[in-house]
């Protein structure tokens, strides 16, 4: 697993075939108020990939978890947390899965993201 809290290490070789759902904890707070450090994402593979969506991109053979946007013909990887800052990406061929769903103890806290 990576050094940096805010990225995440996908083992590609866990079981499940390259285009199923799969699920991770969020590590940090880099997402935060809207994902809490600790809490699970489902990740679907296959989704279609638009601006605004929640998404895994890999950069440099490291995964981390951001909002996509597209600004102006550029990608960016923006956290939600302002003490984080975004991260202009080549564009959305980086992207390894868009998040559908956020999980946690309570079912209060279960929300679909369309």
Do not use: W
Not at 8 to 28: H, I, K, T, W, Y
Not at 35 to 42: S, T, V
Not at 75 to 84: A, E, H, S, T, V
């Amino acid at each position: 697993m990576s050094d940096n809290p805010e990225l995440l290490d996908l083992d590609a070789g866990g079981g499940c075939a390259s285009d199923e759902p799969f699920a991770l904890r969020v590590l940090g707070d880099s997402m935060e108020p809207e994902f809490k450090d600790g809490c699970i994402i489902i990740i679907d593979p296959a989704a279609n990939v638009e601006s605004g969506r929640y998404v895994i991109a890999e950069i440099d053979g490291e995964y981390i978890f951001r909002q996509l946007f597209q600004q102006g013909g550029k990608f960016f990887l923006r956290p939600i947390n302002p003490g984080y800052k975004p991260v202009e990406i080549e564009g959305p061929s980086v992207v390894r899965g868009v998040i559908t769903q956020r999980a946690g103890a309570r079912r209060a806290y279960h929300k679909h993201y369309d």
